[in-house]
């Protein structure tokens, strides 16, 4: 049973800066996507950047380019999402999410979400 737990959710000016973490358990997720998405009230959720536990280049929705860095620990099995520069708009419930080699490109796994709050 895979399991993905987020943490590192809060407040922060805008401005400021967090890290999310998702630690991933119950596979080897050698080949495995990892990715984070987001969703603020009323709007759908939305794509915020992916990475392959296997290596190559990490990829990211033109409105945090240059300002997110998806990245992960193989050893700690945890994937981590660091938000700078965080402007209001940013504000949302983030998910980690987990594609496996066996779901066409979707993702079949979610973590329960952790609140990010950005005041102007």
């Known amino acids: 049973q895979v399991q993905l737990v987020e943490s590192g959710g809060g407040l922060v000016q805008a401005g400021g800066s967090l890290r999310l973490s998702c630690a991933a358990s119950g596979r080897t997720f050698s080949s495995y996507v990892m990715g984070w998405f987001r969703q603020a009230p009323g709007k759908e959720r939305e794509f915020v950047a992916e990475i392959r536990w296997s290596g190559g280049a990490p990829f990211y929705s033109p409105s945090v380019k240059g300002r997110f860095t998806i990245s992960r620990d193989n050893a700690k099995n945890t994937v981590y999402l660091q938000m700078n520069n965080l402007k209001p708009e940013d504000g949302a419930v983030y998910y980690c999410?987990?594609?496996?080699?066996?779901?066409?490109?979707?993702?079949?796994?979610w973590g329960q979400g952790t609140q990010v709050t950005v005041s102007s």
């Open positions: 999410a987990a594609s496996s080699p066996f779901a066409g490109g979707k993702y079949d796994y």
